[in-house]
């Protein structure tokens, strides 16, 4: 592998140290998790949880993976039975913004506890244990957000009903000029 990555975050060096458990994220996940029955490897999940960096061309802030393969997995699950170890893997990145760190560990840790898939359920205990930070706070999220605008072929919109043009910070497309307030 190169020096330098390719992704959004390549630039980013991987650290000496290795990744960190936030404070009281563990407990408070598995609080949260309390009562709620898709969270099948629950008992043995923060035994078996190892923690790794990901490389610095990777697009993904977070990635968990269990050892098993996917038919074994299965047979667990169905069974409740002990996953094996789990691998959850963090962007280097993370160590600019700790509150999105937290999120992303919380929300990985959430996926290793058996909740596999995204779902509203998984959101909700995702940002009630650790909520996502808002754009303005997070210099890494607006870091992100403007490697993605640098890349796009619109670079500002133009009203076509008065004329109006401005420049674009937003990933997604606005409904309205901000000048005239008409549809665009």
């Known amino acids: ?5 390719s992704g959004l975050l390549g630039d980013v060096p991987r650290p000496d140290d290795p990744p960190y458990i936030p404070k009281g994220a563990i ?20 035994d078996r949880i190892q923690l790794i960096w990901l490389e610095s061309n990777d697009d993904r802030l977070g990635m968990t993976r269990f050892e098993e393969g996917p038919g074994e997995l299965n047979r667990r699950r169905v069974l409740r039975l002990d996953p094996g170890m789990v691998t ?8 600019e913004d700790e509150i999105l760190y937290k999120h992303t560990f919380v929300h990985e840790f959430l996926h290793a506890s058996g909740l596999t898939l995204h779902s509203p359920m998984h959101d909700e205990l ?6 996502m930070p808002k754009l303005k706070d997070s210099p890494l999220l607006q870091r992100m957000r403007d490697s993605v605008l640098g890349e796009l072929k619109v670079q500002h919109w133009v009203c076509k009903n008065c004329g109006y043009s401005w420049d ?7 409904s309205r000029c901000h000048k005239c307030a008409r549809p665009l």
């Open 1 to 5: 592998m190169g020096d330098k990555g």
């Open 27 to 46: 407990i408070d996940s598995l609080a949260a998790l309390s009562g709620v029955t898709d969270a099948v490897f629950m008992p043995w999940i923060e």
């Open 88 to 95: 959850i893997g963090l962007h280097p990145a993370l160590l």
């Open 126 to 131: 995702t940002n009630s244990v650790a909520p």
């Open 168 to 174: 674009r910070t937003t990933v997604r497309k606005p």
